[in-house]
């Protein structure tokens, strides 16, 4: 599956301490008519035994740096609902709810 986003233009980067990574981000570059060019992360995960020691922090800064590097006006992404501890830390790195994400799963 990864390489498959990788030709669609995915990226990965991660963190790595003593050997073991901890933290990865997943993202890629995006044009819409809604931001014009911009960052989205599909992904952001810190291993279970690695979270609130910064990890996270680190790749948002990270990005962001990419971000504007690349050009982008923007940075965003999408959050379940139930991930409440999640949201905390996007706000406290300066995030808003800029939106609802809609889905609609297709049967056969």
Request: proline share 0%.
């Amino acid at each position: 599956m990864v390489r498959l986003m990788e030709s669609e233009g995915y990226r990965i980067a991660f963190l790595q301490e003593e050997g073991k990574v901890v933290a990865v981000a997943g993202y890629r570059i995006l044009n819409n008519l809604h931001m014009g060019k911009h960052l989205y992360i599909n992904d952001l995960v810190t291993s279970d035994d690695e979270r609130s020691r910064g990890h996270g922090k680190r790749l948002i800064k990270w990005l962001r740096t990419q971000a504007r590097s690349a050009g982008c006006g923007f940075i965003d992404l999408d959050s379940g609902t139930h991930r409440v501890r999640a949201h905390k830390f996007y706000y406290e790195q300066d995030f808003a709810i800029a939106s609802f994400h809609f889905s609609e799963e297709l049967g056969d």
